[in-house]
């Protein structure tokens, strides 16, 4: 039942998020004094609507998404009336058409922001002072699970060596066998550096006074943590994980509401990094979406679709994490409003590049002495936009099916 909600909170967030997207061109539209005649959450049939004014609103069946109708957006649209000819978008200065546009990708910056700022307040942002790396502050497991096992302990499972050898939760790893241990990466590598079934000496710190221990590592195959796709090796375990927190230390810090603003922007900046950095890497995930739907392992650095996120939403919640839907949210609203400022067609961001392309060249032309060339042909676009909208239908297609046949999953037991 959790899951299930956890699914429909995302989904509905998501149509909410794009219903407001074409409200906010459909506002800006009226108050600049474009006539809109159609405002429509989903597409497909019709459900229900009402007329106020020279717009309709309504509903439609299925709820994908919402469209805007904006009379005379390109000087090719053939559905002016004459007396609406000078209320046509095209018409207006390029600054009125720019904010238009861009209204939809502000509407989701604007959630994104408020809903940071909320977090901030109730829920609590990431703790800035948390080191990195993180020391060797471990949790130590009740038992050694054969080899790629993902469930709890069982009757027979042999006990973890660390807690044979009396090592707790919270222990601070000093040392293993004399050689230093810097933070919790370092742990991993020289532990399973180390030979099955001969002792190792652990030095390590329990509030602040140290302690030795002698434990006898298992040989297991993992993984190699070089290459997480790689085939399984033989390494050495002793039954700890991590890294934890150091003692006193929370993960997350609330903030007041004046307090909270230069922590939403700080977390609004590393979202834009991360969003840059996550579409950069858009084209080199192709492949490994491939791969998880024909029978691979499924990368949980692949993107997502609408259907992937739910699932997380829904996961998240049947788990305990509530706090992940309302990272989510954000995360999409602000991946959403980036991609769509991008310079192509038919994406709000190509009909403001192409707004700025006809000032910048009508302002050159007008240096030079040159005859104005007036608007752009949208018509010559087309191919381009076809060539767009298939690329993105793909891809579209690609995300939908591995998130169906091979989802990411983020609470593996």
Known sequence: MLYLLGVVVIALGILISVSLHEAGHMLTAKAFGMKVTRYFVGFGPTLWSFRRGETEYGVKAIPLGGFCKIVGMTPQDDDVDPADEHR?????????????????????????????WLAA???????????????????????????????????????????????????KILAVNGTSVVDYNALMKTVRALPADKPATIRYERDGVPGKVQVTP????????????????????????????????????TYGPVEAIPATAGYTKDLAVGTYEAMKRIPEKVPALWTAITGGERDKDTPISVVGASKLGGEALANGFWQMLPLLFISLNFFVGVFNLLPLLPLDGGHIAIAWYERARSWLYARIGRRDPGRVDYLKLMPLTYAVILVGGAFTLLTVTADIVNPITLFTR
């Open 88 to 116: 046509a978008m095209w018409r207006y200065p390029v600054w009125k058409r720019t904010i238009v546009m861009s209204a939809g990708s502000i509407t989701h910056f604007a959630l994104a922001i408020i809903a940071i």
């Open 121 to 171: 307040m109730f829920m609590g942002m990431p703790n800035k002072d948390i080191p990195n790396p993180l020391p060797a502050y471990v949790k130590v497991v009740d038992c050694i699970l054969p080899d790629g096992a993902q469930r709890e302990c069982a009757a027979g499972d042999p006990v973890s060596p660390a807690k044979q050898a009396g090592l707790r939760d919270d222990d």
């Open 218 to 253: 298992a040989g297991v195959h993992r993984k190699p943590l070089d290459d997480p796709d790689g085939a399984p090796v033989m390494v050495g375990v002793v039954g700890v994980v991590g890294p934890s927190l150091p003692p006193g230390v929370p993960a997350n810090v």
